[in-house]
């Protein structure tokens, strides 16, 4: 099921964020972030240094996604109304 379709049929409703949601999701990426780098609460099966290092680094590249998209066309909505 796709999301045109998923509107078409009454599911969802189309939605123009404002900068303030965009800004909120932002900070919501930061903060993961942070957290996952913030590995000496872990309790789960060992993982190496060099592994974190490698995810931690693809986050960051994943994260420049959005900002590469809002700034391309959309670049009002990194107005920060934090």
């Given amino acids: 099921m796709t999301l045109q379709h998923l509107l078409k049929i009454g599911r969802l409703k189309a939605h123009e964020p404002t900068a303030a949601e965009v800004q909120s999701l932002l900070a919501a ?3 993961n972030l942070s957290d996952a780098a913030a590995t000496n609460d872990y309790t789960g099966p060992p993982i190496t240094a060099a592994a ?3 995810y931690l680094a693809q986050a960051r ?3 420049g996604a959005p900002l590469a998209h809002l700034r391309a ?3 009002h909505l990194l107005v920060s109304t934090l």
């Fill in 61 to 63: 590249a994943l994260e």
């Fill in 73 to 75: 066309g959309r670049a």
């Fill in 52 to 54: 974190v290092t490698e």
């Fill in 29 to 31: 990426i930061k903060r």
